[in-house]
């Protein structure tokens, strides 16, 4: 009795996302497996184009790398920044509020920040120019530079999420722990690799599921900063065939690439998951 109360109480929030979310995802599949010219489905013709499109493969191994990049930097900034930020000094909070800042600003103001600073008479070649530094493209399109620009910025604007989960993940760790190993003569860097990180793990391991899903959704920051071609992935990607070229079959191909790639790369985080649960 009590199942079925709960599917009674349930089925108008499954019947909204059926809606809202099943509807356009089959659309979207036989958008993508249906032949633009001759309207004959299923059939493989967007994506026999994808394969012939070398801007498609950049987008897609950008998809791939770009995640990777960012979410590293991530972990390893907002680990460095909680361990910090646990200690007891003053102004401590006032440093907290800081590096929690990005993540309050909303992603536009933070790209168009990020135009100002890249672009080149912007901030970062006026710093340099300050310093006797010659100027740099930082934004020009398929250069390393632009790459490692847009991992930068996509990094900055999110580790204060990270960085919260691993500052409350250290505040409920005992300091009985830490100190009873210290009378025990274990150094600093001995507690933070045999007690603080493998009491950490789950919390590392969740921030990593989070943010490794979340990171192969990217889209706005390497758009804004570089443009559709600058630094292509398969979100921007799909957007320019659907705004630049009204190609709406290859834009739902290119998607249904994006949501087979995410899936995939997301399976071992979910067994990581599983297993540290």
């Known amino acids: 009795m009590r199942r079925r109360d709960a599917w009674w109480l349930a089925w108008p929030l499954l019947a909204a996302l059926l809606l809202l979310l099943g509807y356009p995802i089959v659309y979207a599949l036989r958008l993508a497996f249906t032949d633009p010219l001759t309207g004959a489905s299923p059939q493989l013709v967007n994506f ?34 909680a361990l910090f930020l646990s200690q007891r000094f003053r102004g401590r909070a006032g440093l907290r509020a800081i590096v929690i800042l990005p993540f309050a600003l909303p992603e536009i103001v933070v790209l168009a920040m990020m ?24 934004l020009r399109p398929g250069s390393a530079l632009a790459w490692a ?39 600093p860097l001995a507690r933070l690799w045999r007690i603080t990180l493998p009491l950490l793990k789950p919390a590392l391991v969740a921030a990593l599921l989070l943010r490794g899903v979340d990171a192969l959704r990217i889209f706005a920051t ?16 799909a957007y320019h065939q659907w705004a630049d070229y009204g190609n709406d079959a290859l834009a739902a191909a290119a998607a249904t690439v994006l949501a087979l790639l995410s899936v995939t790369l997301s399976v071992p985080l979910l067994r990581l998951r599983a297993e540290d649960a």
């Open 48 to 81: 026999s184009q994808l394969a012939r499109d070398p801007l498609f493969w950049q987008a897609l191994r950008n998809n791939a790398l770009l995640p990777l990049a960012s979410v590293a930097l991530e972990l390893v900034t907002a680990l460095a920044l």
């Open 115 to 138: 135009r100002y600073i890249f672009v080149p008479r912007g901030y970062a070649n006026a710093a340099l120019a300050a310093l006797g530094v010659s100027p740099l493209d930082w």
């Open 149 to 187: 620009t847009v991992v930068l910025v996509d990094a900055w604007h999110v580790t204060p999420v990270v960085f919260l989960i691993l500052l409350a993940a250290l505040a409920g760790i005992p300091e009985e722990i830490g100190e009873a190993a210290q009378l025990d003569g274990a150094g």
């Open 222 to 237: 390497p758009l804004v900063l570089t443009g559709v071609e600058g630094v292509p992935v398969l979100s921007s990607y």
